[in-house]
C-alpha cells in the first residue's frame, strides 16, 4: 500500500511510519521542520520516503498530494499525526495562539484529507486514521484550544465515516493517553508518576501502541467512524 503520514518526523508519527515501512508499504513521512530527524528515518527503511510540507498550508498541501499520485499513482492510506501542544490558562490565549493550534491539529487535517480524497473516491477505496487526544474527548484544564481542535478531529471522523462509506472509504480516529513522546517532556518525573497512579494500567504508555492500532485499523475492513483510545484505562466513556 502507499501510506501518507504527516507529522512523521518524531514520536507517534515516526513510529508510525517506521512500523507500516517494515510491513513492506511505501510510506511517505511527511515533515516541517525537523528535517534532520526525517533524514535519519528515511535512511533506516528503503520504503520510507521524506516530504516537506507545512500541512497547514494548502498550496503545499497540493504540491505534496500531487507529487505522491505523479509517483506512486495512488494513496491508499492517510494518517492525519501532525500537531502541536501548548499548556497556557484560557485567559493567556491569544489569537495567535489559537490560529496555530488550529491550524496545525485541525486545518491541517481537513485539508490534507480534502486533497486526498477526489483519488480515494475514484479508487473506490481507501482509509483515513486521524490521530486525535483523550483530551478530545474529556478536555483538559490549560489546553483548552488543544482540545477544542481535537474534538473537532472527532467530529470530523464521525462525519466523514458516514458521507464515505458508500465509496468504501474507513475514517477512524485513535485518542492517545499520555505516551512517552517529546510532546510531554515538560511534565517532572514527580508529575509521571503521580499521573501513572491515576492510570488502571499504571504506566505511560509508547509509540509503538498507537502504530500498532493504526496497523490493525488499515488491515481491518469493517471498522469506521470509531474514536479508538489507547489510553491505559486512563479515561473509560
Excluded at 484560557?90 to 480534502?114: G, M, P
Excluded at 514527580?190 to 505511560?204: A, C, G
Aim: net charge negative; glycine share 6%; aromatic share 6%.
Amino acid at each position: 500500500m502507499t501510506i501518507l503520514v504527516t507529522g512523521a518526523s518524531r514520536g507517534i508519527g515516526r513510529e508510525i511510519a517506521k512500523n507500516l515501512a517494515q510491513k513492506g508499504n511505501i510510506v511517505i513521512a511527511n515533515y516541517n521542520k525537523s528535517e534532520e530527524q526525517a533524514q535519519n528515518l528515511q535512511k533506516e527503511n528503503a520504503n520510507i520516503e521524506i516530504y516537506k510540507a507545512d500541512v497547514s498550508k494548502r498550496e503545499e498541501v497540493k504540491q505534496m498530494v500531487e507529487y505522491v499520485l505523479k509517483k506512486y499513482g495512488k494513496i491508499d492510506v492517510l494518517v492525519n499525526n501532525a500537531g502541536i501542544s501548548e499548556n497556557k490558562l484560557f485567559t493567556d490565549v491569544t489569537d495567535e495562539d489559537w490560529q496555530k493550534i488550529i491550524n496545525t491539529n485541525l486545518y491541517s487535517a481537513f485539508c490534507v484529507t480534502q486533497e486526498v480524497l477526489p483519488n480515494m473516491i475514484h479508487n473506490k477505496f481507501g482509509c483515513i486514521i486521524n490521530i486525535s487526544s483523550i483530551w478530545g474527548m474529556v478536555g483538559a484544564s490549560c489546553e483548552t484550544v488543544y482540545s477544542i481542535a481535537k474534538a473537532g478531529i472527532d467530529a470530523m471522523t464521525k462525519s466523514l465515516a458516514k458521507e464515505l462509506g458508500p465509496s468504501n472509504i474507513r475514517v477512524n480516529s485513535i485518542a492517545p493517553g499520555i505516551i512517552d513522546t517529546d510532546m510531554n517532556k515538560n511534565l517532572t518525573q514527580e508529575d509521571i508518576e503521580n499521573i501513572k497512579n491515576e492510570i488502571p494500567l499504571q504506566k505511560v504508555g509508547k509509540t509503538i501502541d498507537i502504530a500498532k492500532c493504526v496497523e490493525w485499523l488499515i488491515n481491518d475492513q469493517y471498522t469506521t467512524g470509531q474514536i479508538i483510545s489507547i489510553n491505559g484505562g486512563w479515561v473509560i466513556i
